[in-house]
């Protein structure tokens, strides 16, 4: 029998007026976008955490400390792309991995695609593996109110 694992994530990050929205690896074009140390990545911060969590390698903010100047602005792809070897180096591959996003602004549906297939191309798996899914926060919370943003991913990993 083959060893499989699961590992959930979770990222939120708050929303300015003037900041760049990246999501799912691409720029969307939107009057708000998200804050953090990186390019604020919630979909690829979320992945993360949810690949590293099923091979119990800790969280993102151990291997990538929002205290480390290395990763300033740092395109999260990069840091998508690190995890990736962390998670085959320990002897995974990666089976699957569903994410949501939760916003209330820009609409996510137009964008699935192209997210799909940059992600597919920075974790070297197919886009058919990847599946991108959003909601709203029907006007409630921090969400609701274009505060923040935030993502939840789960992932599968297949020992070799």
């Not at 480390?68 to 089976?95: F, N, P, Q």
């Not at 109110?145 to 599968?156: F, P, R």
């Amino acid at each position: 029998m083959a060893k499989i694992r699961i590992g959930f994530g979770y990222d939120v990050h708050r929303l300015e007026e003037g900041k760049e929205l990246w999501l799912g690896g691409i720029k969307l074009s939107h009057n708000k976008g998200a804050v953090g140390h990186s390019d604020a990545d919630v979909l690829i911060h979320a992945i993360c955490d949810a690949l590293l969590g099923a091979a119990n390698l800790r969280d993102i903010g151990f291997h990538f400390p929002n205290t480390a100047a290395e990763y300033k602005g740092i395109d999260s792809k990069l840091l998508l792309k690190k995890v990736c070897v962390l998670i085959r180096t320990a002897g995974y591959e990666i089976g699957n991995v569903d994410a949501t996003l939760a916003l209330e602004a820009p609409k996510i549906n137009p964008h699935i695609p192209e997210m799909q297939r940059v992600l597919a191309e920075v974790m070297a798996i197919p886009a058919n593996d990847i599946s991108v899914k959003a909601t709203t926060n029907e006007g409630l919370g921090y969400v609701g109110s274009e505060h923040g943003v935030n993502a939840y991913a789960v992932a599968l990993i297949e020992k070799r």
